[in-house]
């Protein structure tokens, strides 16, 4: 079956660090690739996606590139800020058309 | 915009007790998702709904039924609730049934079963 296996957190980082969250997956054929945020007290709202090989996703300064050969759909962002504390999920749908989330990262920018 | 409302934020009910938890999407979307967020586990599908009437299982329906009467709504049931029922529940909708299609969240509800 699918699955989807995300850098385990919770990631600390200061305001303007670089962020990387790895996110890989498993799945057969060709899944779309998404990350969603939820931001304290809120539900998931979609950050980004990318439905096709080499696809990059971009929003708010956070992009992710769809790599087919290493199976993999890593979160970055070139400077953080505060705002940007939340939790992270990446997230694939495939041919079954539902979501497979992955565990969630806890992000957290000190000012 | 897309707004998906869910009828409580916080709920507290005891074990053997029937819950409804109901979701209201406002955008005509076909689809509706019913999901528990257990930290370190993200989230897992319980039900979900391509039409009304229409149902289907997903990944954890043990202990969970649902109800799709009318398009825009579509209610999770525990028939009788149990301690490891606590949880976050998200509810979801999206437009179309393809695997690039965005789902849309409402804000959730913390249930604790005491």
């Known amino acids: 079956g699918n699955s989807v296996t995300q850098m385990e957190g919770p990631v600390t980082l200061s305001e303007e660090a670089f962020l990387t969250i790895n996110c890989t997956y498993t799945?057969?054929?060709?899944?779309?690739l998404f990350w969603y945020v939820q931001y304290p007290g809120e539900g998931l709202q979609l950050l980004l996606k990318a439905t096709k090989a080499d696809d990059k996703g971009s929003n708010k300064g956070f992009e992710a590139t769809y790599r087919k050969e290493t199976t993999s759909f890593h979160l970055e962002k070139g400077s953080v800020q505060v705002s940007d504390s939340a939790v992270y999920f990446c997230?694939?749908?495939?041919?079954?058309?539902?979501?497979?989330f992955g565990s969630g990262t806890q992000l957290t920018v000190l000012p | 915009d897309v707004k998906v409302t869910q009828s409580s934020r916080y709920l507290v009910k005891r074990t053997g007790e029937k819950v409804f938890l109901e979701c209201v999407q406002d955008?005509?979307?076909?689809?509706m998702f019913w999901y528990r967020q257990d930290p370190g586990l993200g989230l897992r599908l319980i039900y979900f709904?391509?039409?009304?009437?229409?149902?289907e299982k997903g990944d954890i329906p043990e202990g969970y039924s649902v109800s799709r009467e009318k398009k825009e709504r579509f209610s999770l049931i525990l028939e009788s609730a149990s301690t490891n029922q606590t949880s976050m529940y998200l509810c979801?909708?999206?437009?179309?049934?393809?695997?690039?299609?965005?789902?849309?969240f409402g804000p959730g509800t913390r249930l604790t079963v005491l």
């Open positions: 955008m005509d979307h076909e689809n």
């Open positions: 979801a909708s999206s437009r179309e049934r393809v695997r690039t299609d965005t789902q849309y």
């Open positions: 997230a694939l749908s495939g041919s079954a058309r539902q979501l497979t």
């Open positions: 709904s391509y039409d009304v009437k229409m149902k």
């Open positions: 799945a057969t054929g060709y899944p779309s």
